[in-house]
């Protein structure tokens, strides 16, 4: 894919500098990075503060907690493990012997009754949220049943994640805590933790230094700050949701969750490179590594979910456009100009990615503002991506 512009440069650097330029209302800190399939950077810029209230501002090497982008981490690392016939998608008694949890769980009714499962659960239901495990933030009834301590997804702790499926294995798409069960599967095939397994399997090879589940000092001496957006649209300051790895005393808990769903944090560009990765069918473009087979790549790039075409309404296409759900991540087009099948997905403190491997480009959007779905994101998002396919 060709550069881009001085123009549209330009026009995306203004672009983002307003975004992050009312430090009351508006984004108080933002990290925009677009990369093409040869792992070069079309665009990056960091605009606004290193959080409400801070002086300091928002840079390239800024680390974000990227939530829910962890899950495409996740994806490779197990998809590298299925390559080399340590893990298969569809084997049920294997995760089960690996996790005797899983072989276990119960199924919880609308009558907040638990029954047996009817089936076991396969790492590809794990990946495609078909296994039937939820998030208590985005479902009522496993709410219900948690009462009075609840699950807190958030923790760092095991315990948290030790819930009931809310409906039958394979019988429906539920956004939740699946992915964080394909990491333990990693983490007991490997007999060793997530994040020692991505290091070693990934981020090294594509030579990245700022991503991890338990951020070193370097790291967290550039952590931004954590935002919450009130009804009002006025900005504060709040603490971090995953806290636990950010505290000196998780650097030797025994009970530490590695969380393959949403545990890592990460410096935007390095992200970046992963995606490039997978622009290039698996071979980092930069280091010339191969991680993925290329067509394990087209695997995790295909729809998972036929059976389920309606699955979520969580990102509504303009027109019903049609829309499946790969290996960890949501397949669409969209109005900006990606193609049909783009693979993209967010973070909960509104980041949001994309990669496009038809038209060869990627990026990411930071910011660390809750909750979710915040207007003036998704407003920078489609801003951004859109003048990206226009200047193609």
């Not at 512009?5 to 983002?16: H, M, V």
């Not at 290039?280 to 995790?300: C, R, Y």
Request: net charge negative; glycine share 10%; with cysteine.
């Amino acid at each position: 894919m060709s550069r881009l512009s001085e123009k549209t440069i330009n026009d995306l650097r203004l672009t983002t500098e307003a975004a992050c330029s009312d430090q009351e209302a508006g984004i108080p800190g933002a990290v925009v990075v677009v990369v093409g399939r040869d792992g070069k950077e079309l665009f990056s810029h960091a605009a606004g503060k290193r959080g409400f209230g801070s002086d300091e501002p928002m840079t390239l090497d800024s680390i974000f907690w990227i939530a829910s982008c962890t899950k495409m981490i996740t994806g490779i690392a197990c998809m590298q493990l299925v390559e080399k016939g340590l893990l298969n998608l569809d084997d049920s008694a294997q995760v089960e012997s690996l996790c005797p949890e899983l072989r276990d769980v119960k199924v919880l009714q609308d009558d907040v009754k638990l029954v047996e499962k009817k089936r076991g659960i396969t790492l590809r239901m794990l990946l495609s949220h078909t296994a039937g495990f939820g998030y208590t933030f985005f479902n009522e009834k496993l709410r219900d049943f948690s009462k009075p301590s609840g699950f807190d997804e958030f923790s760092g702790l095991e315990h948290d994640i030790l819930q009931p499926l809310i409906h039958q294995p394979g019988e429906g798409w539920q956004y939740g805590i699946n992915i964080d069960w394909a990491g333990i599967l990693v983490e007991r095939v490997t007999s060793s933790t997530l994040d020692s397994y991505c290091q070693s399997h990934i981020y090294e090879p594509l030579g990245l230094t700022n991503i991890s589940m338990k951020p070193g000092e370097d790291m967290l001496r550039k952590l931004a700050y954590m935002n919450h957006r009130a009804p009002d649209g006025k900005l504060s300051g709040r603490d971090h949701l995953l806290r636990r790895p950010l505290l000196p005393d998780s650097k030797h808990s025994p009970s530490f969750l590695y969380s393959g769903g949403a545990g890592a944090f990460a410096k935007p560009q390095d992200y970046c490179q992963i995606l490039a990765t997978l622009l290039n069918n698996g071979t980092s473009p930069t280091t010339g590594v191969k991680i993925l087979e290329p067509q394990t790549v087209e695997k995790m790039f295909q729809n998972q979910i036929p059976n389920f075409p309606n699955f979520g309404q969580l990102y509504p296409i303009p027109g019903n456009g049609p829309q499946g759900w790969g290996i960890t991540f949501m397949l669409t087009e969209g109005v900006t100009g990606r193609s049909n099948g783009t693979a993209h997905w967010a973070g909960l403190p509104n980041l949001f990615w994309w990669c496009d491997r038809e038209k060869g480009v990627a990026g990411i959007i930071a910011s660390q503002i809750l909750p979710f779905g915040d207007a003036q994101i998704l407003g920078l998002w489609g801003t951004v991506e859109s003048a990206v396919y226009q200047a193609l």
